[in-house]
Structures are given as structure tokens and as C-alpha cells.
């Protein structure tokens, strides 16, 4: 099979030219996360839901969330999901159709596991017959369910749901739309404490720094029935951890369940570390297996503690057996794993004594040869013997007598044995990690060895908060010259979608950048060459300023009488005239609370020099801000100046040039005498971030100042509506949220779609672009009045 796009051409030819531009597009991308046969399947999937007959923006859909959904959970899940396609066709919209593919990306990223996103088009299919009306409402809230919500929890969820609305379909979607109560009431009853997606980093990372390698996790979803989930397991190279664990309690108090989880990672881990060489289960019964099983449990934690002691305590707490009448064999199990791990728990029956003294007796074999597991066989068989005796106890059942302790896998890799094969794993499929950033003071940055070439392959990259030079003056930094751009965690905002009239769920993803710095006299300058502007603002800037407290006269409605006013109307009366009934005055308190954050589009078109000029529309918005920024700061409202490009939905770059918090000063000029233009304009993202930004500041007022010198825009995008819908439901959201958006508009066809975008009074088109710097301050003193 070939990876050569043209080799597909019986698959591709049929496509429309919009579907064929984008997978041209996309190709690079589907080659790096699809075999040969995965392309393959890509492509036959693309022609095969053309067939359908229900419209391109069906195919552009698939051709874009195949490759995410097989970068996040394997290409084996793509077919099906081609599948599931299909088979939704005779039964909902093709709108419902595209739907569930767009939101693919979410649920595998969500889930995490091939297995468990195979189980999750299982549930859609089923969904599908129970409540048809439900899917769509559903699928648009996906991001905030899965935000909370285990597989097994969204099919309770859900099943409650289409029962109790079988054939009332506006309460059904109501519900699955999460807009009645008790569709709320029933997502916080199956709720779970921490879903392992949401700390599964921090686990890899706590096991990296225990072991000095990495251990590949994915989570299991068994808690459809029972909502217990599976016990932890390893198989195929992975450590099988639960998709959710609550907070339990312990015997010296409640853990966590971030805690729990690293009690689990840690004695999973363990086991790979320690647990070598394969048993053989051959003529053992299942209690010796299971006490067998228990001291390998206790051998491999003995050794992980001779090295990491304080895992003890973590271990212990989750082990709440406690002597007295047992009336299961579990039980019993239960009292024995306590006694090997805890050394303050008492209890004095003969069996546990002696499963104590034996493992005791054993410790200098064990430590001796960490890899000898038949200590644990010796063990559990010679403990097994002596249970009737000593106890008197019930028999085993294996389905129930299981150990309590939450944290402790099933042992299925003990018995199953595999090695863990690096290599084999690579070979399978497993990416290696990924680089990591970590911000370090002066004296570790200069102590720690420098290894000569590090960079994209290197595991960790070390940074300092501040500038740091070589001996040799090359005039680059260790920051600059060392790894990869320094970024912050993604942020993904849903976008609107004009033609389905929906919401498609964390559809965009906002990257924020540090942004280059330049010479900060630039900005200087340009203040000094607009000096008799300056001087003319100067009126207006102190008009602006706050006055304190001021009188308010000539009121017939006030908080005191005005005795100059009173005097002259009791001289008009007593003159026989009208008096003036206003006597009253009000003291009124003027202080300014507004806080303004100004976004500026830093896309490629701003490169381009202005008609009959030498300049750029870049360094004419650079001007202005500087003007601008003048300004407020002398005025002393909060403000912020942000900028923004996107290269397709995937990479919106945000740059914070200067943030409310930090002051403006030599550091916020550099940085804005070095911003550039680039790449395209996906406005909606961009206005969705800042206006997150803004929603964290206290003042009473919060005002969004857009300078733009274009409409929407981006390459993956060919609707020139899309955007332009999108950017107005960010801007109704942002207003929503207390936050006042403005566009000053630098293109002067931008009458025809911006009124409707931001409203009919916040907008101003700028037609004479050389214009922009005096305009600019004018405008902020007008809206800030």
C-alpha cells in the first residue's frame, strides 16, 4: 500500500474540490500518524461518506478529525469510527453525523485508550435507537461531560435520561443539553472525584522521578454495573489504572484521590521493577495462588521501600483491615496485608504472627536477590498449610474474597507473566516522551553539567525566569540557544459552526508564546516624533483623571440644600416671581474603575505597506499602541496589550506583551517593538482568551479593544461566513460575561461585515490608515468617558 497521495487517485478523483484541497492539505500530517494501511482507510473512509450523499462539510469533517483521533487512541479505531459513521446514516442527520465526528477528537483525548473509544461508538449506536433526539445536544456538550464524567458514568447517565423522556423529545433534549435540573442533579450524582486523564502527567512524571524511566499508563472504564471499576492491572506493556477513583477513607484518615492514584502507580510500577521472572501455577490451588500473590504483593513493596521509605506511610493508610471475628477468608487476607506492610498495626492472632515472622525471616533472601520471586511461592504455600489449622476460617471463594486494600492490582501479571521490552514497545506504537520545560533558579541553572548539543531530543530543558549570558559575548542567551520555544499549556475553546448551527466543542486551541523583545528605545522614539500630538491629548488625559469628590448643584432631588440656590429663590419669591425649585445638591465621589486590554491582529497582511506611505500597517498599530499606551498609563487605568495569529484552528499563537499585572516599562516597549506579523487571523479564539483574561479583573467595567486591518480568516477555512459567525457569537459571549467589545478596523471594505460582527455603535473604520496613531487615544477617551 502507498503513502503517495496520488497513488489513491480511484479514491480521491470523486472528491469535491473543496475535499481534495484540504486532504492535499492534511496529507503530511496523515502520513506521520497512519501505516500504510491506515492511509488506506483514511482515504476509502473519505470516499465512502461521500457516498452518503450528505453534503462535502461531511468529508472535510472526517478528513480532519481522523488523524487526531488515531494521533490520541491508535489508527485500529479509525475504521470503526468510519463505520459508526455509516450506520448512523440510515437513522439521524448528517448533520448528527458530522457531529459525532468532530467530537471524536474530544472523546479519544478524553478517554485515552483504543479500547475504551470502541465502547464509547458502542454506546452512540445504542444512544441512537433509545433517544434519537437526545445525540445531537449530547455530542455539543461532550467536553463538559467527559470534564466530569467516566465512560460508564455517561451511559448511566444517559440511559436514565432516554427512559425517563422516552417519548417526550423536548424534555429529552432538554436533558441531554444539560439545561434542566435534573439532567444537572443526575451528572452530579455520577460524578467521580478525578478522572486519570486529568493527572495522568503528573503520575508519568512522579514514576519518572522514582525510577528514572518511563511507564506507559491507560485507563480502564469497568464501573458500567457496579461503578466500583476494575482493580488496577499490568498487560501488554501498561500499567491499566482506573478512569476514575474517589476520595476513600483510610485508617489514620481520608486519601485523595490524586493520592490514591499514586499508590496505585507506584505499587504497579513495583511489580515491573521487581517481579522478573514468571511462576508457574501449575498443581496450586486458587488460595495458595491467592496468598502466594499477596506475598509477592508485600516482596516487591519491602524492596520499594528499602529505597523510598516514605512510600510506607501512603501504603499503610489504605489498608483498613482490623482484627476480630472474620467471616470471610478475604477478610483474613485483608488482616495478613496489613500486618506484612504496616508495623504499627497489632494484631496477635498466631497466623498473622506468623505470616509476619516468616516474611521477616525472609528478608535478607529477598534483599540478597531482588529478582527471586520464589521466596513469595515458598511462602504463600507454607501459610496457605498452616490456615485451617490456625484459623478455622472459611474457605475461599475466589469471586469474592478479594484483598480491600483499593490500591493493589489483580495480579494477573504475576501469573501471565511478559517482560517489559522497551524496544518492543517503541516497535508497537508508543511514542517516547515528550520534552519537558522546567523553570530553575540562578545557582541550579549554573551548577547543574551543561551536556553539549542537547536540544529537541533532550528529556528536560532548563530555563531561567531572566536573561543569562555565556562567558563568550555572542549576544545570544542560554534560554535562546538551548531546546525549543517556550510555550504554556494549550487552551481549547469551543467554536460555532454557522452551517449545523452548533457549537463545536474545544474546536480551537490557543497557544500562548513569550513574545520577542526589540529595542525599547523604538518606542521612545516613536513618542518623541509624536510630540504635538502628545501635547494636544494633553487636555483630554487630565479631564480623565479622577476628581475626588465633586458637587452636583441645582438638583430638585439631593442629599442637602444648596444655600446659595435657596437664598435666590427665596429672593424671587419674596419678589413675586417664580422661584427656581432646584435647591439641592449632591455630593458625588468621581473615580475611574474600567479595566481595558487591547488585542491587536498581528497577521501577515500587517507587513504590507500602506498606500502612497513608507510605512507599515505594522508600524503604524505599533505607533498607536505606543501613543495609547502613554496614555492610559498616565491616566492610571489597569490595561493590558495582547496580540494574536493563528496557523489553521489547531495553533492559535497569543502573545502578552504587557499584562494587567506587570507595569509598563522598558520591558513591555522592547516587547512591543519586536512584535511581528505573520500567519492568518482566527479572530473567535483569540477574542474567547482575552476575554477569559479580562473576566479575572475586578474592576466594574471591562472593555476589549480589537484593532484588526482584516475580516476572519485562516488557511483550513474556505466559508468566508464561518469565521465571521463564529467571531459574533464570541463577541455575544464576551458581552455575556460583563465585556465590552470594540473593533477599530484598518480595512475600508470592512463596513460590509463588521456592523454585524460587534453591533452598529462598536466599530470605527479607519479609512485613512496614517490616521491610526491620532485616532486611536481619541477613541479610548470616548469609550472610557
Known sequence: MSVHLQDHAEWTDPLSPASRELLEHSWPEATRVFSARGIDNYVKGAAALRGLGRGDQLVITWIDSAPQVAREVGEDVVGELATTALTLASRTAGAVIELVLATAPTAARR?????????????????????????????????????????????????WGAQAHRTNYEEQIAYFGLQSKESQAMLQKERKGTLLVDVQRRINMYLRALWGRDFYMRPTAGDFESREGYRPFIEDFFLHLPDAYDAVEGHAGTVDATELYRAAAAHAAAHVMFTRRPMSAESLSPWQMALIGLFEDARVEALTLARFPGLRALWANLHTATPGPCSTAGHWLGRLARALIDPAYVDLHPWIEQGRACLAEAMPRIHADPNDNNVSWDLGVQLAHSYRELTQGPAFQPRTDLQVAPYRDDNRYFWAFNGFDFERSIAVGHEPPKQVRKQVNLMEFVNELEVEGAGDDAQEIWVLGTELFPYEDLGVSFNESEGREPVLPPVHYGEWDHMIQLERPAWATVQERRPKAGDAALIDGILAEQQRLVGRMKHILDAMQPQGVQRIRKLEDGDEIDLNAALASLTDLRMGRQPDPRIMMRSVRKTRDISVLVLLDLSHSTNDKVAGQDHTVLDLTRSACALLADAIHKVGDPFAIHGFCSDGRHDVHYWRFKDFNQPYDDLAKARLAGMEGQLSTRMGAAIRHATAALRAQRSGKKLLLLITDGEPADVDVRDPQYLRQDTKKAVEEAGRNGVTTYCMSLDPRADQYVSRIFGARNYLVVDKVERLPEKLPVLYAGLTR
Open 111 to 159: 478517554l485515552g485508550d483504543g479500547a475504551l473509544f470502541l465502547q464509547y461508538l458502542q454506546f452512540l449506536n445504542t444512544l441512537v435507537a433509545q433517544a434519537p433526539r437526545g445525540l445531537r445536544p449530547m455530542l455539543g456538550q461532550l467536553d463538559t461531560l467527559f470534564g466530569q464524567l467516566t465512560l460508564g458514568g455517561l451511559r448511566r447517565w444517559a440511559t
